[in-house]
């Protein structure tokens, strides 16, 4: 079985839908500008701020129809190194097939479904498509790096606390 997405039951975010069924056989163009409107109505979205351009182009022939989503922009994410809010781009492409007439039996390919009225939706599809452009590791573009800064601050709470441990670091970070 390929890997399809049903969307039976999932709370529908308005504006992000296609009525695949009464579009013309070709090529249609969507543009959709995500907002922190967008990604605070996605159910326990990870996102929950940014600006987001989408470009959907979308090829639909009576047995199987195709996607092809770009994005970029930014998002609000938090440094993995200091902590500090840091405004995150991202961008991104990828495609998937929508199901017409004909059953699609594809493994490698994702195959999107539409509902019994015809209609696709699309916000949870592009949602995790933006999503899973957050890259793993994530930190602040500084110079000097921001954990120069958190190493400072590491060594300014030693000088309050004296803690012995924090001592030794001080003489370690001191020795470069
Ligand atoms: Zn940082």
């Known amino acids: 079985m390929p890997a399809q997405k049903f969307f039976v039951g999932m709370k529908e975010v308005e504006g992000y839908t296609i009525d695949y069924r009464n579009l013309s056989d070709g090529m249609h163009q969507f543009d959709f500008s995500l907002g922190d409107d967008f990604f605070s109505s996605i159910e326990s979205s ?35 190194r200091c902590m500090e809010p840091l405004d995150l781009p991202l961008e991104g492409q990828t495609s998937l097939l929508v199901q017409g007439s004909e059953a699609i039996d594809d493994e ?41 800064k958190l190493m400072e601050k590491l060594v300014e709470s030693t000088e309050e606390s004296g803690h012995p441990v924090w001592n030794e670091l001080k003489k370690l970070k001191l020795k470069d």
């Open 46 to 80: 990870l996102i929950t701020s940014g600006q987001v351009e989408v470009q959907l182009n979308l090829s639909k022939h009576e047995r199987m129809g195709s996607i092809q989503i770009e994005h970029h922009g930014k998002v609000l994410s938090v440094c993995d």
């Open 108 to 148: 490698d390919e994702e195959v999107l479904v539409s509902d019994v009225d015809g209609k696709l939706h699309l916000a949870k599809v592009i949602y995790d498509y933006v999503s899973l452009s957050i890259p793993i590791t994530k930190y602040c573009d500084t110079n000097p790096p921001c954990h120069t």
